[in-house]
């Protein structure tokens, strides 16, 4: 129980963050956000990983760290951004519902990896697509540019999610967190060197939603 009430928590969490992502983005572009934020976040976990080490992990790994927090970080880079650029292009309350898809991919995605599927698995899945049915797609039958990356973004979750239910079990999850967010965080702020001007003014223009979603 307490562990489900932890990922109650996290998603409450979470949930909120959709309405700072947007409010984010009023002064700041989208990479230099997820940039800024990712690294905050990489680094407000190092005291916990210097204070509160890590026990032995129950599987031993065939690869080094290293390898497990680049392949994570890739794929959590692919889902973060992909959703804060959606973000510019759809509602917050579109993108929240839309990502959450990723919890009823995961299951399919485990299919390929010898996972059960269970009936109450496939009955969420059917009630999810009629869902993302009636909130995204218009009298036309086209889906918005912002809900189409969402879905994306969705697919890299639950990509991550499958890999995170691997490498969890091998390696410390709150080094291979702030690993991954630190991978996050500078592919993001490459992306806003090329393609956005930031200034200093800007990111204090953000500064609370940047706390927010990064710490």
Same mark, same amino acid.
């Given at each position: 129980?307490?562990?489900?009430?932890?990922?109650?928590?996290?998603?409450?969490?979470? +949930?909120?963050?959709? $309405?700072?992502?947007?409010?984010?983005?009023?002064?700041?572009?989208?990479?230099?956000?997820?940039?800024?934020?990712?690294?905050?976040?990489?680094?407000? #976990?190092?005291?916990? /990983?210097?204070?509160?080490?890590?026990?032995?992990? *129950?599987?031993?790994?065939?690869?080094?760290?290293? $390898?497990? @927090?680049?392949?994570?970080?890739?794929?959590?880079?692919?889902?973060?951004?992909?959703?804060?650029?959606?973000?510019?292009?759809?509602?917050?309350?579109?993108?929240?519902?839309?990502?959450?898809?990723?919890?009823?991919?995961? *299951? &399919?995605?485990?299919?390929?990896?010898?996972?059960?599927?269970?009936?109450?698995? /496939?009955? +969420?899945?059917?009630?999810?697509?009629?869902? &993302?049915?009636?909130?995204?797609?218009?009298?036309?039958?086209?889906?918005?540019?912002?809900?189409?990356?969402? #879905?994306?973004?969705?697919?890299?979750?639950?990509?991550?999610?499958?890999?995170?239910?691997?490498?969890?079990?091998?390696?410390?999850? $709150?080094?291979?967190?702030? +690993?991954? =967010?630190?991978? $996050?965080?500078?592919?993001? %702020?490459? %992306?806003?060197? =090329?393609?956005?001007? &930031?200034?200093?003014?800007? @990111?204090?223009?953000?500064?609370?939603?940047?706390?927010?979603?990064?710490?």
């Amino acid at each position: 129980m307490k562990y489900r009430l932890l990922l109650l928590l996290a998603a409450l969490i979470w +949930g909120f963050a959709f $309405v700072a992502q947007v409010i984010g983005m009023d002064s700041i572009g989208p990479y230099a956000f997820n940039g800024i934020r990712f690294l905050l976040g990489s680094l407000s #976990l190092l005291p916990i /990983i210097y204070y509160y080490p890590s026990g032995r992990n *129950p599987k031993e790994a065939s690869f080094s760290i290293w $390898v497990a @927090i680049l392949m994570a970080g890739i794929l959590l880079c692919g889902g973060a951004t992909l959703q804060q650029v959606a973000l510019q292009y759809t509602t917050a309350s579109k993108t929240s519902f839309l990502t959450a898809t990723y919890l009823l991919m995961v *299951p &399919v995605i485990g299919l390929f990896f010898g996972q059960v599927l269970r009936l109450n698995h /496939i009955f +969420g899945v059917i009630l999810a697509m009629a869902g &993302v049915y009636f909130i995204s797609i218009t009298e036309t039958l086209d889906i918005g540019y912002g809900d189409f990356l969402v #879905l994306l973004c969705a697919v890299c979750y639950a990509a991550h999610i499958i890999l995170l239910n691997y490498l969890t079990q091998r390696f410390p999850p $709150v080094t291979l967190s702030s +690993g991954q =967010f630190m991978v $996050v965080g500078i592919c993001n %702020l490459i %992306l806003a060197f =090329f393609f956005e001007t &930031v200034s200093i003014s800007s @990111i204090l223009s953000s500064w609370w939603p940047i706390l927010y979603t990064g710490i």
